[in-house]
């Protein structure tokens, strides 16, 4: 079975690296960036690759709604979900859910994250935690 691929964008190492961990361990291909650009230039050269996006906002460089105005001028269809520990303002949330499909405050806990992946991505079978 092949496995979903997802897109994971965050300028925070450890955000990275526990996410991906806890996704791959439940059955998920994850490919990870540190910065907007990298991340738009692995997706522009292959963009049917993934079924999901998660985004920080607040990237060095191209935000996170930037990023995902970039991917979506080349896949419209792509679901985006944005992390942030800025948009605790309920203006700048509708804001930016013209953009993305979640949004998502910090602290995201990796259970939080799996069901919003699972939204978008059903496994069919259980996989170990």
């Not at 920080?56 to 970039?70: A, F, Q, S, V």
């Not at 998502?104 to 059903?122: A, D, G």
């Amino acid at each position: 079975m092949v496995k979903p691929q997802i897109l994971l964008v965050d300028d925070e190492a450890e955000v990275r690296s526990i996410f991906s961990e806890h996704l791959e361990k439940n059955g998920y291909a994850v490919d990870t960036f540190e910065t907007g650009e990298d991340a738009f230039e692995a997706f522009s050269a292959d963009p049917d690759k993934y079924k999901l996006a998660l985004i920080d906002y607040n990237l060095p460089g191209i935000d996170g709604i930037m990023l995902t105005r970039k991917m979506r001028v080349i896949n419209e269809d792509l679901p985006v979900v944005l992390i942030s520990g800025y948009v605790k303002n309920p203006q700048k949330k509708l804001q930016f859910s013209v953009d993305v499909d979640v949004i998502m405050t910090k602290p995201v806990f990796v259970e939080q994250l799996s069901e919003v992946v699972q939204r978008f991505l059903p496994l069919n079978t259980k996989n170990s935690k």
